[in-house]
């Protein structure tokens, strides 16, 4: 049985990041997205402006820095290697109390369809607005243009809607 890790969140978090569930690799080295194969890293440094690093404590102080929550959808499940595929009987975070309890997450970007329809099949529909991207992962090559593209322009709008909507309340949104 293999098990995510906690998420990764403060108060000022307003963009939540949702994966499926952390690889061999990752749950190795106890980091988010640890296998350098996957763009995630390469993927958030580049659209915030910053050099990669390859220290974790400043990859985690990037996301709080930036108000960017990450966490994954899946607790634990049982899986053989690190496809998304093999994950079997799965349990799920509990996001809805994530969300309750960091009520300033107004968006939420989903790292591949999997994590996507997990969401989906343990809560419906997400209630903030909501993208589902190509996921960062090794298993989505070939496309990474348009995955540095897609995740530039969802990271980046998400950030401005909300952080321009925290910041001014009598300009929200609304996202019926």
Partial sequence: ME???????????RLLILGSLPGVRSLME???YANRQNNFWKII????????C??????????????IALWDVIKSANRSGSSDSNIKAAIANDIPKLLQDHPGISFI??????????????????????????????ACAGR?????EMW???????????????TAPSEK???G
Avoid: C, M, W
Wanted: charged share 25%; glycine share 4%; proline share 7%.
């Fill in 109 to 138: 970007i989903f790292n591949g369809q999997f994590a996507f329809k997990s969401y989906r099949n343990f809560f419906g529909k997400p209630q903030p607005p909501f993208e589902v991207l190509l996921s960062t992962s090794p």
């Fill in 144 to 148: 990474d243009a348009e995955k540095f």
């Fill in 45 to 52: 440094f580049s659209v915030l402006g910053r050099p990669l």
């Fill in 54 to 67: 390859t220290d974790y404590l400043s990859k985690v102080l990037l996301l709080h820095d930036h108000h």
């Fill in 173 to 175: 949104r609304s996202f």
């Fill in 30 to 32: 106890n980091e988010y």
């Fill in 3 to 13: 098990h995510s890790f906690e998420p990764i969140i403060d108060d000022r978090s």
């Fill in 152 to 166: 530039e322009r969802a990271v980046k709008g998400a950030l401005e809607d909300t952080l321009k909507s925290f």
